[in-house]
């Protein structure tokens, strides 16, 4: 019988008072958290707590109770917070955890002091504040004394070295657990020894990278091994699928993909089997890292579009900002260069204003590495200089070496210009002087510099640079004629180009524009730049495009008597999804007969077509279609359909 059963058998006397039965509750909350089950913990304080982050009953508690009732709802408020991805779980745990500590100080209980205090740094360190998380924890160890409490030392020192970890101070986090060894070999806790040989293989991982000793790799594929198994020991399923997700990531790294997929798969299906959404997306974020090293960007791409939708309800920052940074690499990949270098920059600011300043370093180094011809020199260069500055204190090789690879990248092109700037005689700088050539080479300059500004749009790239058609340039661009193909990279694919972003092709010759703009469109979606994009294409066809960025909003506009000639919806928004509005729209005799085209990347062309659906587009690779598609279907005279 567990001590939690024990003590629940107690909690049926009728002669306990409030106060004793919240100490008891407290007792039997904190044995099912340390065994992992969470919503067991959550049940046995119902009669206290209302739910994540609301300040529990403390009414007729002694002070004593009242602060252990705060650790506990607190630990739970964070817990339950980073599984369901909820908005300032985090915050409010902390508010909660920290009143604790000042009523255990007020009463001298340094030992309970401690343990809140480790709750309180768990907080910092799932919202990416590795430093603020270091300095409590290191708190935490002052308060207890030296050889008590030996297990609740061991935990604060587990995670002070998950935290060494995050920030890349690996060879910290291998001293911290060196010199721990022993007291986890002879413990006799299989959780305790499941974290001890998890975090160790953490450390082997990054230093066997470090350093190239195969080795530390060899050894840290064992010690992952042992983590699993003691966590299946102790019972503890979401450490497990931790250890599965981490053993998953080291295969990967050393280009072992069908066996990091193998245990990824069990990892998500540990964790699916729990509901624990916000690591379920970490898992998938790995398996978007894996899936793009394997070349098949697709699947990654959806994969981390999923993992970063997930993550972005909640507010562990520094898990979303290193999301982000994979999917801005997926991006490039991919072709879409405007969205890659904005999701980049929004991952380096977001881990950056959350603490974490290594994400924040490494999501700078994608965005030179993806980018370094699409930025102009002063942007890379103030890149450069603030991801040297964040990163100054790593000890990861691997983050040095592209570091270093960046600064040698940036100095030979400004070596590169600096060496047609050197002065030469009048007779060595007029020998084979060709005007033809230095006009060519300085139109090419303000025309990369456009393409730069213009995002890789040709048509504001020519408005840039004073051209009154964009064919213009676009032909200068052209990679079989162009006098300046060699600057056709910078240019976005069509599928992602903001203004040009549908194939404009498709426009119907002889198309009276003074009639067209009759047509009214509505477009509900919640991505500016694609949103932007359709309206600026659609409208320069004469037709009137209206946007909306919320499913809620747009379901008022749909059920109003605003004219509308055709809906053109995404899937995944907010408030009411695409389905849930080509329903309504089927449903309204005024609607009922309005085209509907589904622009989305969600798999639900079959539910789409039932719900009503005229025409589904998958972006991005039918985006392209979407003008042709709406011509289609406002001149075709679809049964059963009116304005």
């Given at each position: 019988?567990t001590?939690?059963?024990?003590l629940?058998?107690?909690?049926e006397?009728p002669?306990l008072s409030r106060d004793?039965?919240?100490?008891l509750q ?7 958290e340390?065994?992992?089950?969470y ?5 046995a304080l ?6 994540v ?10 002070e004593l ?11 739970l ?6 599984v369901?991805?909820?908005?300032e779980?985090?915050e409010?745990?902390?508010d909660?955890i920290?009143?604790?500590i ?16 480790s709750?309180?740094?768990l ?16 708190e935490?160890?002052r ?8 297990e609740l030392?061991?935990k604060?020192?587990?995670r002070l ?5 995050l920030s890349g ?18 413990s ?5 020894k499941g ?5 160790l ?17 060899d ?6 091994t ?5 966590f299946?020991?102790a ?5 497990r ?5 981490n053993l998953?990531?080291?295969?990967y790294?050393?280009?072992r ?11 998500r ?6 509901q624990?959404?916000?690591r379920?997306?970490?898992?998938d974020e790995?398996?978007a890292?894996?899936?793009l090293?394997?070349?098949r960007l697709?699947p990654?791409?959806?994969a981390i579009?999923e993992?970063?939708?997930v993550?972005?309800?909640g507010?562990?920052h520094?898990l ?5 940074t994979?999917?801005g690499?997926i991006?490039?990949?991919l072709?879409?260069f405007v969205?890659?270098l904005s999701t980049l920059?929004r991952?380096?600011?977001?881990a950056?204003?959350a603490?974490?300043?290594e ?7 994608s965005l030179?590495?993806e980018?370094t ?16 500055n964040?990163?100054?204190e790593?000890?990861?090789a691997d983050t040095?070496?592209?570091l270093?690879?960046?600064a040698m990248?940036?100095?030979?092109n400004r070596?590169a ?6 002065v030469?005689?009048l007779?060595d700088f007029?020998?084979?002087?060709d005007l033809?050539?230095?006009?060519h080479t ?5 025309v990369?510099?456009?393409l730069i500004?213009?995002e890789?749009?040709v048509t504001?790239?020519?408005?840039l640079?004073g051209?009154?058609?964009?064919a ?7 990679e ?7 600057l056709a990279?910078l240019?976005?694919p069509p599928e992602?180009?903001k203004?040009s972003?549908?194939?404009r092709?498709s426009?119907r010759p002889?198309?009276p ?5 009759t047509?009214n469109?509505?477009c509900v979606e919640?991505y500016p730049?694609?949103?932007d994009a359709v ?6 066809l004469g037709?009137a495009?209206?946007?909306c ?6 379901m008022?506009k749909?059920?109003s008597?605003?004219?509308y000639?055709?809906?053109?919806l995404d899937n995944?928004?907010?408030g009411?999804d ?6 309504r729209?089927q449903?309204l ?6 085209p509907i085209?589904?622009l ?9 077509l039932?719900a ?9 690779q039918?985006?392209?279609?979407l003008?042709a598609t ?14």
């Amino acid at each position: 019988m567990t001590l939690a059963e024990t003590l629940l058998k107690q909690l049926e006397n009728p002669a306990l008072s409030r106060d004793e039965r919240a100490q008891l509750q407290c007792q039997i909350a904190a044995d099912f958290e340390h065994r992992g089950e969470y919503e067991s913990a959550r049940d046995a304080l119902a009669e206290l707590w209302q739910g994540v982050g609301e300040r529990p009953a403390l009414e007729g508690l002694a002070e004593l109770t009242a602060a252990e009732v705060l650790l506990r709802v607190g630990s739970l408020s964070a817990w339950f917070g980073s599984v369901g991805q909820i908005v300032e779980a985090q915050e409010k745990a902390k508010d909660l955890i920290t009143e604790s500590i000042t009523r255990f100080q007020a009463m001298g209980e340094t030992t309970r002091v401690a343990a809140a205090r480790s709750e309180l740094g768990l907080c910092y360190r799932r919202a990416g504040s590795y430093d603020d998380a270091r300095v409590v924890y290191q708190e935490a160890l002052r308060e207890l004394a030296d050889g008590v409490e030996k297990e609740l030392r061991a935990k604060i020192l587990l995670r002070l070295v998950i935290v060494e970890s995050l920030s890349g101070r690996y060879k910290d986090a291998l001293r911290i657990l060196t010199n721990e060894t022993q007291f986890f070999e002879e413990s006799a806790n299989d959780f305790l020894k499941g974290k001890f040989h998890n975090e160790l293989a953490c450390a082997l991982t990054s230093l066997g990278q470090a350093e190239h000793r195969p080795d530390y790799t060899d050894r840290a594929i064992i010690e992952y091994t042992a983590a699993s198994h003691h966590f299946e020991q102790a019972g503890h399923t979401s450490y497990r699928a931790s250890a599965e997700n981490n053993l998953g990531f080291l295969l990967y790294t050393i280009g072992r993909y069908e066996e990091a997929h193998e245990h990824l798969n069990a990892a998500r299906r540990l964790f699916a089997d729990m509901q624990n959404q916000g690591r379920i997306a970490q898992v998938d974020e790995t398996r978007a890292r894996v899936l793009l090293a394997q070349g098949r960007l697709h699947p990654a791409e959806s994969a981390i579009r999923e993992a970063v939708r997930v993550l972005s309800k909640g507010d562990e920052h520094g898990l979303l900002a290193e999301a982000r940074t994979t999917q801005g690499r997926i991006l490039s990949r991919l072709g879409n260069f405007v969205e890659s270098l904005s999701t980049l920059r929004r991952a380096a600011d977001l881990a950056e204003e959350a603490g974490a300043v290594e994400d924040a370093g490494r999501a700078l180094l994608s965005l030179m590495e993806e980018h370094t011809d699409r930025i102009i020199e002063d942007e890379l260069l103030e890149t450069y200089e603030r991801a040297h500055n964040l990163l100054k204190e790593t000890q990861d090789a691997d983050t040095i070496t592209r570091l270093r690879a960046c600064a040698m990248r940036i100095i030979s092109n400004r070596r590169a210009v600096l060496s047609q700037r050197r002065v030469r005689s009048l007779a060595d700088f007029w020998a084979n002087f060709d005007l033809n050539e230095k006009i060519h080479t300085y139109e090419a300059r303000y025309v990369r510099q456009a393409l730069i500004d213009g995002e890789g749009s040709v048509t504001r790239a020519a408005r840039l640079l004073g051209l009154h058609h964009h064919a213009t340039l676009a032909a200068m661009l052209d990679e079989a004629q162009g006098r300046h193909k060699d600057l056709a990279h910078l240019r976005t694919p069509p599928e992602t180009r903001k203004q040009s972003i549908i194939n404009r092709s498709s426009r119907r010759p002889g198309r009276p524009r003074s009639k067209a703009r009759t047509i009214n469109i509505l477009c509900v979606e919640d991505y500016p730049p694609v949103a932007d994009a359709v309206k600026e294409t659609l409208e320069e066809l004469g037709w009137a495009v209206e946007l909306c960025g919320d499913g809620a909003e747009a379901m008022r506009k749909i059920e109003s008597k605003a004219r509308y000639h055709l809906l053109i919806l995404d899937n995944q928004l907010p408030g009411k999804d695409g389905l849930e509005l080509a329903r309504r729209a089927q449903q309204l005799p005024h609607r009922r007969r309005t085209p509907i085209i589904m622009l989305s990347a969600s798999d639900v062309e079959r539910d789409a077509l039932r719900a009503g659906v005229n025409a589904f587009l998958r972006k991005p690779q039918d985006i392209r279609r979407l003008t042709a598609t709406v011509t289609r279907l406002l001149t075709k005279d679809l049964p059963g359909r009116s304005e």
